[in-house]
């Protein structure tokens, strides 16, 4: 969704396989339920860079900036 940097990848309770990227604006996004591809921790990723695949149909997308969770919809209308 934005650029930025890698700062997990792995298993979280409820979401599987999971790579939060640090946004250049502070915000942390999860991409959840996705295998990787040729991304490593602490990568620095442009917006639209493919980061991986859904392991099923769908993926988990939650973003958090300063503590609170952001709505989706309104996030990606900032970006």
């Known amino acids: 969704l ?5 700062v997990y990848m792995g298993e ?3 979401y599987g396989n ?3 990227v640090q ?10 339920n996705i295998n990787t591809s040729d991304i490593a921790l ?3 990723i ?6 991986g695949e859904s392991k099923e149909d769908y993926i988990y997308i ?4 300063d503590g609170e969770y ?9 970006i």
């Open 2 to 6: 934005n650029s930025g940097i890698i």
């Open 12 to 14: 979280k309770d409820h």
């Open 18 to 20: 999971v790579i939060i």
């Open 23 to 32: 946004g250049i604006d502070g915000a942390d996004i999860w991409y959840g």
């Open 42 to 44: 602490y990568d620095y």
């Open 46 to 51: 442009e917006k639209g860079t493919i980061i």
């Open 62 to 65: 939650v973003v958090s900036k």
């Open 70 to 78: 952001l709505n989706y919809e309104e996030y990606i209308k900032e």
